[in-house]
């Protein structure tokens, strides 16, 4: 199954899932992309705070 995501790494119709590591990118690099993973979990992370605070979530 795939999974769509929203740019806060959150799945459609599933509200309270996020998914916070690499299986959100489309394909690997040649490179080490764990700054690329801190920075995307950071904002959904921030995202999900900041809901939580409004009960949104």
Known sequence: ????LNKYNQVWG???VFVTDGTCMT???????SLTYM???ARA???A????K????
Do not use: F, G, R, V
């Open 45 to 47: 992370a921030y995202y």
């Open 27 to 33: 394909s690997d690099s040649c490179q080490t992309p």
């Open 54 to 57: 409004k009960n949104d979530l």
């Open 1 to 4: 199954m795939i999974a769509t």
């Open 14 to 16: 599933a509200e309270n």
């Open 49 to 52: 705070a900041e809901e939580l």
């Open 39 to 41: 920075a995307l979990i």
